[in-house]
C-alpha cells in the first residue's frame, strides 16, 4: 500500500474499506480523492458503519461545492523551503486556496504597555496602507505577537488576511486533527480565508537551526513572499528566525524588509541583517505621519459645557467624610469597550488609545459615570470599588503589583461623600475566607473579599487594609452635587487640564 495511504488510514482519513489500486495523489487537490473513497466504501458498508462512511461522503462533497481544497503542502510554493521548516504535511483550505503574494509581518512580544508603542503601530499602519489588496494577502498564524493586530488591520485596510493554524501540542494527535476535518459540517464554516496545516508526516531535522522555534512563527516566516520584521530584540524567537530565513536557499532576494529604530529594529541587529540581504526600512516620525486620527478625546463629541472648576491643594482641605475611587492605567479595554474598538484607537492613533491613570480620570468626568466591572472580583457582578483610605496615605499606600503588572494607589481619582454613595446602594467589603464566602446569600457575595492572599514570593497580602466599599453596577454621576466630590490629580499642570471639563473641585496631592 502507498505510505501516503497508510498514514492516512492511521489517521482515520480514509474508510476502513478503501480503493487500495488507486493511492492519494501528490500533487493535486485531495479533497475529491476523499470523496470518491468514501463513497466507494458507503456502497459496499452495511448498517451504522455504512450510515456514517455516506454521511462524511457527503459532508466533504459539500465541503469540496463550497470550494474547500486539501492539498500536500502550499501549492506554487515548491520553491520556498516550507518542507523542511515545517514537515511534510497535509494543508486544509477551508474557503478554498486563495490568490495573492502572501505579506507577512512579524514582532517580537510588545509587552502590555501598548498605548506607548506608537511608534509600532504607525509602521504596522503604513504598511498595511502600501499594500495592494487585489494583489496581497496578510498572513499571520494564531498565537503569535502580531496576530491580532494584522487581522484587525487588514479588515481596516481592505487586504485579505490568510490565518494559519499549524497543529501541534494538543492538536498535534493526527487522528484528532482527521476528526475535526471529516466531521465539521461546512454549513458552519464562517468562509474566513484560514489554512490549517496538519501534524507533520515527516518531522523536521531536529538539528536544524530553526527546529527550536514555535511553528505559528516559523510557518509565517516560511510561507510569506514578503516579511516586514516590526520589532525584534536581542537573542529572541524573531531574531533567530529572520537571520535562518536569510541564510537559507529558496527566499527570494530582498523579499525581508526592516523597518528600523531603537524601539522597532535596533542597529546591532538591522546591520548585520542588511548586509545578508535584508532592506531597511526608515518610518516618518509619528509627528509627520499624516494618516494619524485625531479625533476629540475619548470620543465625545459634544464637550460638557461648564466652568472651569476650582484647583485646590490638599495640604488645605478640611476633613472629609467620603469614598475614594482611585483610577489607575488599563491594559486592554475600558470595561464598556469592545476589543475591536480599543485595537482601532492604537492602530489609527486615536486619542482613546490613552489608557492612562489620567485619561481613565478624564473619560469618567466627560461620561459623567463609573463603570462597573467584575475584574478581580469573585463571582460575575461587575461592581465599582471605593475605599476609605484617607487621600493622605496615598504615597504609603502606593504599591506595584507584580502578579497583576500595575500599580496600586497612583495619584488620580475621584472622591464622594460616603452618604450619597451609601444612598445609592454602595456596601462595606466583607474580608473573609471560604467559610465566609458559603454563609453569604448570593445579593452579598459581591461584597465579599478573600482577605490573604500571596504575592509571587510567597508572602502574605492582607487586602483588609484597603478598607474597601463596593457598588453594584454603574455609579451615574449626573446629578452628583459640586460640593459632593472632588477629583485629585498629582500636579498643577494636571489640575488645569482636567478643571476646564469638571463640576467638580480639583485637588493637587503635591
Known amino acids: 500500500m502507498h505510505q501516503d495511504q497508510i498514514a492516512w488510514q492511521r489517521w482515520g482519513l480514509m474508510p476502513e474499506r478503501t480503493d487500495r489500486t488507486s493511492p492519494p495523489p501528490a500533487d493535486r487537490d485531495l479533497l475529491e480523492y476523499l470523496v470518491d473513497q468514501w463513497s466507494a466504501a458507503a456502497d459496499v458498508q452495511r448498517g451504522s458503519v455504512g450510515a456514517r462512511s455516506h454521511r462524511i461522503a457527503e459532508r466533504l462533497r459539500g465541503w469540496y461545492h463550497r470550494g474547500a481544497r ?26 478554498g486556496i486563495p490568490s495573492g503574494r502572501m505579506v507577512g509581518l512579524i514582532s517580537s512580544r510588545l509587552g502590555r504597555d501598548l498605548e506607548s508603542r506608537t511608534r509600532w503601530f504607525a509602521a504596522l499602519r503604513t504598511a498595511c496602507m502600501h499594500l495592494e489588496h487585489r494583489r496581497d494577502l496578510l498572513v499571520t498564524a494564531r498565537s503569535i505577537a502580531t496576530q491580532k493586530f494584522v487581522r484587525r488591520a487588514g479588515e481596516l485596510f481592505g487586504v485579505p488576511v490568510l490565518e494559519v493554524h499549524v497543529a501541534d501540542g494538543s492538536d498535534g494527535d493526527p487522528s484528532r486533527w482527521s ?18 496545516l496538519s501534524p507533520p508526516v515527516e518531522s523536521i531535522d531536529e538539528g536544524a ?67 545578508a540581504g ?4 526608515y518610518l516618518q516620525s509619528v509627528e509627520e505621519d499624516e494618516t494619524t486620527v485625531d479625533p476629540t478625546p475619548w470620543h465625545r463629541a459634544d464637550p460638557i459645557p461648564s466652568p472651569s472648576a476650582p484647583i485646590r491643594r490638599l495640604s488645605g482641605m478640611p476633613p472629609w467624610d467620603g469614598l475614594t475611587h482611585w483610577t489607575r492605567r488599563r491594559a486592554g479595554p475600558w470595561p464598556d469597550q469592545g476589543p475591536a474598538d480599543y485595537l482601532d484607537d492604537l492602530i489609527l492613533d486615536r486619542r482613546g488609545a490613552d489608557h492612562s491613570a489620567f485619561a481613565a480620570l478624564w473619560r469618567i468626568v466627560q461620561q459623567r459615570r463609573l463603570v462597573a466591572t467584575s475584574d478581580l472580583v469573585r463571582g460575575a ?52 475566607d471560604q467559610d465566609l464566602w458559603d454563609a453569604l446569600p448570593e445579593h452579598q457575595r459581591p461584597f465579599f473579599q478573600q482577605r490573604y492572599t500571596r504575592n509571587d514570593q510567597g508572602q502574605p497580602i492582607d487586602w483588609s487594609i484597603e478598607r474597601e466599599w463596593r457598588h453594584r453596577g454603574d455609579v451615574l454621576l449626573d446629578d452628583l452635587p459640586a460640593d459632593s466630590a472632588q477629583l485629585f490629580v498629582p500636579t498643577l499642570a494636571d489640575a488645569r487640564k482636567i478643571s476646564r471639563i469638571s463640576p467638580w473641585p480639583v485637588i493637587v496631592l503635591e
Open 179 to 196: 476528526r475535526r476535518l471529516l466531521e465539521t459540517d461546512p454549513a458552519s464554516d464562517d468562509r474566513s480565508l484560514r489554512l490549517q
Open 278 to 281: 535584508a532592506v531597511g526600512w
Open 70 to 95: 486539501l492539498t500536500w503542502g502550499i501549492p506554487g510554493n515548491a520553491s520556498k523551503p516550507i518542507g523542511p521548516w515545517l514537515g511534510r504535511r497535509l494543508a486544509w483550505w477551508p474557503a
Open 381 to 432: 457582578v461587575p461592581v465599582v470599588c471605593f475605599t476609605r483610605v484617607p487621600l493622605s496615605e496615598w504615597a504609603d499606600r502606593r504599591s506595584f503589583r507584580p502578579h497583576l503588572s500595575r500599580w496600586d494607589f497612583e495619584p488620580f481619582g475621584i472622591r464622594i461623600e460616603r452618604s450619597w454613595l451609601s444612598a445609592l446602594g454602595a456596601q462595606t467589603v466583607r474580608y473573609g
Open 209 to 275: 537551526a530553526w527546529a527550536r522555534t514555535p511553528p505559528a512563527d516559523r510557518a509565517v516566516v516560511a510561507l510569506s513572499d514578503r516579511l516586514l520584521v516590526l520589532h525584534a530584540r536581542d537573542r529572541g524567537n524573531v531574531q533567530h528566525l529572520v537571520t535562518c530565513r536569510l541564510s537559507s536557499n529558496g527566499f527570494p532576494a530582498g523579499s525581508l524588509f526592516l523597518a528600523l529604530g531603537d524601539d522597532l529594529v535596533p542597529p546591532a541587529l538591522a546591520q548585520p541583517w542588511m548586509a
